[in-house]
C-alpha cells in the first residue's frame, strides 16, 4: 500500500536575496492511500491534477523531468524536492542550520549588502547585523576586495568548517567560523535591557540576557519583539519573551515583522493565541480550488504570562519582505482587534534602493507588505521520499472575506508608511523614525 504525505506551509521567495541558508517550510501533515504502487512521474502528474489551486495538466507536459515540470508549469511557490533535498530543508526548517548564517546580495559600488543574519549564528555572534557593508575578507591571511557576489562566495567556501574568517566593512572587522548551529527567530528589548536566544548544553536554546542589546531610546514602558521567521522553536521562545514582557510589566510593545517571510502555520497560530487572550479564535481561513474551506485557529494559550495583555498598545514593523504567515499573523491581530492599521508601519524606500531594485530585476515592492494570500502543500512521496510542493488554496482573513495576495496591507488600508534609505540599516534609523511618531501620537 502507498501512501502520500502532505504538509501545508506559508512561505515567499525575496528576489533580492541570495540565501545562505535556504527558508523553505511545510505544515500540517496528512496521510493519504492508494491501492496501488505508481511511478514517480504518474504520483508527481497525480498531485498536480488533484491538488494544484492554478489547474492541471489539460494540455499535457513537453518536458518529463519532474524538475523541469515544476519549473516550465507551475507558479514560483511550487517547487519539487528530491529526497535528499526535502530532507535537508525539512532539517533547516526545524532550525538546525549550518553555515554562517546570512543572506546578502552584491551590489556595485557598495559591496556586499548584509540583508539578514540568523540569531545564535555564527555570524550574529561574530557582532555581523543586517545592513552592514562588507568591502573585503581574508582566509589564512590571503585577503580579496569583493567586487561581485562570486568574490564573496569564493571567500567563503575557500574556509572549511571551524576556520576563520574576516569580514572587513568601512570600520568594522567581523571574524566568524561556518559551523552547525541552531537558529533562534526572537529577540526581545527594553531601553534598560535585552534578552537573547543561546545555544544550551543539550544543543537547545537557553534564554540569556544581553544588556548590551538594548535599545536606549525606547520609551518607558515599551518592548520590542523582532520575529524573523514562523520556523523551529520561534513559537516556544515567543511565549518566553511574552513572559518577561508580562514580568517587566510593560504597556506597549513593538512588534517587527520586517524581512519576515513566513514559515509553518502552526507557529503562527501559536503566537496568535499570544495576542487573542487565549481564546481558540479563528486566525485564518483557506479555501482550495473545489471550494472547500478549512479553520485554522489561535492556539489557546492557557498561561496568563505567556499572552501579551488585552489593552497593550501594539506597534507592527513591516515592509515589502513581509509576507504569508508574517501577513496572516497581522491580519488575526487586526480582525480581533490586537492592532490597529494605523500602528502598521510599513518601510517606504529611499530612491537610491528603489533604483537598485528596478536596475536588477527585483520587483519593486515599497510602502507594503509582500501580499502572498496564498497557501503551499507539501506532498511526500512515502515509496521514494521525494516531495513537491505546491500552491493549494487561497488564505483568507479571520473576517472570511479579506485576501491579500497580490495587493498585501498597505497605506489606503490606513497603514503608516516609514522612511527606509536601505531594506536594513546598521543603526536601524527606520526604528527610530517609527519611535519618534509613537512619541508624538
Not at 489539460?58 to 517547487?79: P, V
Not at 488575526?332 to 502598521?344: D, H, P, Q, R, S
Request: charge should be negative; proline fraction near 1%.
Amino acid at each position: 500500500m502507498k501512501s502520500r504525505t502532505a504538509k501545508i506551509l506559508i512561505s515567499a521567495a525575496l528576489a533580492l536575496i541570495i540565501f545562505a541558508a535556504a527558508f523553505t517550510a511545510g505544515y500540517f501533515t496528512r496521510k493519504f492511500t492508494r491501492n496501488d504502487a505508481i511511478s514517480s512521474y504518474e504520483w508527481f502528474i497525480d498531485t498536480i491534477e488533484k491538488n494544484y489551486y492554478f489547474g492541471g495538466a489539460e494540455n499535457g507536459y513537453t518536458d518529463t523531468g519532474l524538475s523541469a515540470i515544476a519549473d516550465k508549469y507551475l507558479d514560483r511557490y511550487s517547487q519539487y524536492y528530491t529526497a535528499e533535498e526535502y530532507a535537508a530543508t525539512m532539517k533547516s526548517n526545524s532550525g538546525s542550520k549550518s553555515g554562517l548564517g546570512i543572506s546578502y546580495s552584491f551590489v556595485a559600488g557598495k559591496g556586499v549588502y548584509i540583508s539578514t543574519v540568523t540569531g545564535n549564528s555564527p555570524a550574529y555572534h561574530a557582532g555581523l547585523r543586517a545592513g552592514e557593508w562588507l568591502k573585503s575578507g581574508s582566509v589564512s591571511g590571503q585577503e580579496i576586495e569583493f567586487t561581485s557576489s562570486a568574490d564573496f562566495q569564493k571567500l567563503v567556501n575557500s574556509a572549511g568548517d571551524g576556520v576563520q574568517i574576516s569580514l572587513n566593512s568601512d570600520d568594522e572587522t567581523y571574524v566568524v567560523a561556518k559551523s552547525e548551529f541552531t537558529a533562534s527567530y526572537t529577540s526581545f528589548k527594553t531601553n534598560s535591557t535585552a534578552w537573547t536566544f543561546e545555544t544550551a548544553a543539550d544543543g537547545g536554546l537557553y534564554l540569556k540576557e544581553t544588556p548590551d542589546e538594548k535599545i536606549s531610546y525606547l520609551p518607558d514602558g515599551a518592548a520590542y519583539i523582532r520575529l524573523d521567521q514562523f520556523y523551529g522553536t520561534a513559537a516556544a521562545e515567543f511565549y518566553k519573551l511574552a513572559e518577561k514582557f508580562n514580568a517587566y510589566k510593560c504597556t506597549s510593545l513593538i512588534l517587527d515583522l520586517r524581512s519576515n517571510g513566513g514559515g509553518y502555520v502552526s507557529v503562527m497560530q501559536n503566537i496568535a493565541g499570544s495576542f487573542a487572550g487565549g481564546e481558540r479564535k479563528l486566525a485564518m481561513l483557506s479555501r482550495d480550488k473545489h471550494g472547500n474551506e478549512e479553520k485554522f485557529n489561535c492556539a489557546r494559550v492557557t498561561n496568563a504570562e505567556y499572552r501579551i495583555p488585552a489593552g497593550t498598545e501594539i506597534y507592527l514593523l513591516a515592509n515589502s519582505g513581509t509576507a504569508s504567515a508574517s501577513e496572516a499573523l497581522a491580519g488575526a491581530m487586526v480582525c480581533y482587534g490586537a492592532l490597529e492599521y494605523k500602528n502598521i508601519f510599513l518601510s517606504q524606500y529611499s530612491e537610491e534602493y528603489t533604483d537598485w531594485l528596478s536596475a536588477t530585476g527585483q520587483e519593486l515592492k515599497t510602502a507594503r507588505t509582500y501580499g502572498k494570500g496564498i497557501m503551499q502543500s507539501t506532498f511526500v512521496n512515502d515509496l521514494t521520499g521525494e516531495a513537491l510542493k505546491l500552491t493549494t488554496a487561497k488564505i483568507f482573513w479571520p473576517d472570511e472575506k479579506t485576501c491579500i495576495h497580490d495587493k498585501g496591507i498597505t497605506v489606503a488600508d490606513g497603514a503608516t508608511a516609514v522612511y527606509a534609505e536601505w531594506q536594513h540599516t546598521k543603526d536601524d534609523a527606520e526604528l527610530k523614525r517609527v519611535v519618534e511618531i509613537i512619541r508624538t501620537r
